[in-house]
């Protein structure tokens, strides 16, 4: 159990890296004026992730689940 202890802080900031990466590099598809209420709303509610997109996605809600399980871990210790 101390060796989980010792290197659960690196693991943390490994997944946390990786978690902010990922969430970077996804496109938001707000054009310029759709952060801000303009544009066509529907055409981005429908969209179906695709290829590299999709498994950015799911990578995302990987790495978040990760670490909140690695939080918890080290709140539980």
Known sequence: MSMISSVLPYI???VAVLLIVSVLLQN?????GGALGGGDNMSSVFHTRRGLE???FT???VFGVLF???SFLSLVR
């Open 12 to 14: 943390q900031i490994a």
């Open 28 to 32: 938001s598809g707000a054009q310029n």
């Open 54 to 56: 999709k498994v950015l």
């Open 59 to 61: 990578a995302t809600i």
């Open 68 to 70: 909140a399980l690695t």
